[in-house]
């Protein structure tokens, strides 16, 4: 004999960028011309769901989908719906309709889940954004895959009920409708991986200069250009730039295990962790505008900048990457966001991380010193520092010439360890949080953050006497506003590295001087 018909109802969890949304998911399920329609902009992923449902019921004996016409509705109906996370949540409102479960045990539930066809129930990336968006809407109770019950379980206020396969929840929410108790489905504990070693600064064998404008990035977070030949030593000075940075607090740490979430990065099991440590992306040269800004055909995905949310984005060989992709990086330095426009609709991901730019002197990286060995025309110079615009460089506060190693530096003692300069990075960053609370309520506390108007206005300004230098660029135009503007934030961050409580005229000069030793300023 055939189930009943009627109306199920349960809850899902939506992804827009990086942010879930809610989603009531209603299933009507009436005698007729078999059928199995979904409603409410799903992408094909979505539409999809019908046949991977089917095959499922079909093992379940009283749950007859294939010969019914099923309607399922997923609302807001004018949101777009992307992914194959639904289906668990279209297979629990299809088994309510058909009263195999009660609909007073699942209504207030969110499920989220792949449904594979022989009812098992996959992993899908982004589960924790998702998981996070139903505690702040109220859910409290959870159904999630099996591995990713460790990434769920993250996320307090919610209790969270890990599943295999659909028989096997089919048959807890009957015990649970019946009021007998169920045992929860056991998650495989999971050994996660070491977390990669810290590089340590007394590595790198020279380069005062070098390391004082890493110390002061750090210390800022401001970004950062070195240029210099190869061998120098660039990129190692920008791998060891995470090390230097404070630990990430716990709404940090929430939103970059978010991002990594949606990209599919977390690890599968019990163990999974928080990420406390500011992320480092180095993408290739080749990268396109959509994986470092953020797009692609069909779902929206976050690039390189995004994955670098409160850490580094290191672009090695500038020159070499796209001059579009170089230039789309203007807007996200500016606003620590990036909004990505299709004809259906807009997101925006998060993207506020420190800028390490390297480049060498030419093409061929052997126009430094005399540069007798450079095969490089001038016309070929000029192409390579050309995708370097003005715009692009007057963003970047730091820009050092990185010396090309020699034989007294190989035989130079160690410098200072990576451990010795974050503790006074972590004492200038305390420094600068105690100055700009009141300040500054929505930002990170640095002095990169600080805004322009409040370092040139009472009580900030620092006398004529210390800016002088400074006054004279803007006035010659060698400097910007923007570039003032930069120059203060980095006085202001040297001062903090030395203990001082504000800048003056050496420190001034110094920011300035680093500003302009690459020989590429704007």
């Not at 504990?189 to 404008?213: C, F, I, N, T, Y």
């Not at 230097?244 to 163990?271: K, N, Q, R």
């Not at 980095?490 to 903090?496: K, P, V």
């Amino acid at each position: 004999m055939l189930m009943g018909t009627g109306l199920g109802r349960t809850r899902s969890v939506g992804l827009r960028g990086v942010l879930g949304f809610v989603v009531d998911v209603e299933a009507h399920v009436t005698p007729g011309l078999p059928g199995f329609a979904i409603s409410g902009l799903g992408d094909s992923a979505v539409k999809q769901s019908s046949d991977r449902i089917k095959a499922a019921a079909a093992l379940i004996e009283k749950m007859p989908v294939s010969q019914r016409r099923v309607t399922v509705n997923l609302s807001p109906a004018g949101e777009r719906k992307v992914g194959t996370g639904f289906d668990l949540g279209i297979f629990v409102a299809v088994a309510a309709a058909l009263e195999l479960v009660r609909v007073g045990v699942v209504r207030d539930v969110v499920h989220i889940g792949e449904v594979g066809l022989d009812g098992t129930v996959r992993p899908v990336p982004g589960v924790l954004p998702l998981v996070r968006a139903a505690a702040l809407a109220g859910v409290r109770h959870v159904v999630v895959p099996v591995a990713n019950a460790g990434e769920a379980r993250l996320v307090s206020g919610v209790a969270v009920h890990p599943v295999a396969d659909v028989v096997e929840l089919v048959r807890r929410y009957d015990a649970l409708g019946r009021g007998r108790p169920v045992e929860e489905v056991p998650v495989p504990p999971v050994v996660p991986p070491e977390p990669p070693p810290v590089r340590d600064l007394s590595e790198v064998v020279g380069q005062a200069d070098a390391k004082l404008a890493l110390e002061i990035a750090a210390a800022g977070g401001h970004h950062l250009l070195l240029a210099g030949p190869p061998g120098a030593g660039k990129t190692m000075l920008a791998e060891r730039l995470p090390g230097l940075l404070p630990a990430l607090d716990e709404a940090a740490s929430m939103e970059v295990t978010a991002i990594h979430s949606v990209l599919g990065a977390l690890g599968d099991g019990e163990e999974v962790r928080l990420i406390s440590r500011p992320p480092f992306v180095a993408p290739h040269h080749g990268a396109s505008q959509a994986a470092v800004i953020g797009g692609g055909t069909g779902r929206i995905r976050p690039g390189a900048i995004t994955q670098a949310h409160r850490g580094v984005l290191f672009l090695d060989e500038t020159p070499e990457f796209d001059k579009a992709v170089l230039q789309s990086l203007r807007t996200p330095l500016e606003r620590g966001s990036v909004s990505i426009a299709r004809a259906q609709e807009t997101v925006t991901f998060p993207a506020r991380f420190q800028l390490v730019l390297a480049a060498n002197p030419c093409p061929c990286g052997n126009g430094w010193g005399k540069g007798l060995d450079c095969t490089c025309t001038p016309m070929m110079r000029r192409s390579y520092f050309g995708k370097l615009s003005g715009p692009l460089l007057d963003r970047v506060d730091l820009q050092v010439h990185v010396q090309p190693p020699g034989l007294s530096m190989a035989g130079a003692a160690a410098g200072e360890s990576t451990a010795a300069v974050a503790a006074r990075v972590a004492g200038a960053r305390r420094a600068q949080g105690e100055r700009w609370r009141e300040v500054l309520e929505t930002c990170r506390g640095v002095n990169a953050d600080v805004p322009g108007s409040v370092l040139r206005g009472r009580p900030w300004r620092l006398p004529g006497s210390a800016t002088a230098s400074l006054d004279r660029s803007l006035e010659s135009g060698a400097l910007s506003l923007r570039g003032y503007d930069r120059t203060l934030r980095c006085a202001w961050t040297i001062a903090d590295v030395m203990g001082l409580q504000r800048p003056g005229r050496e420190e001034v000069d110094l920011a300035l001087s680093l500003r302009h030793r690459a020989g590429m300023a704007a």
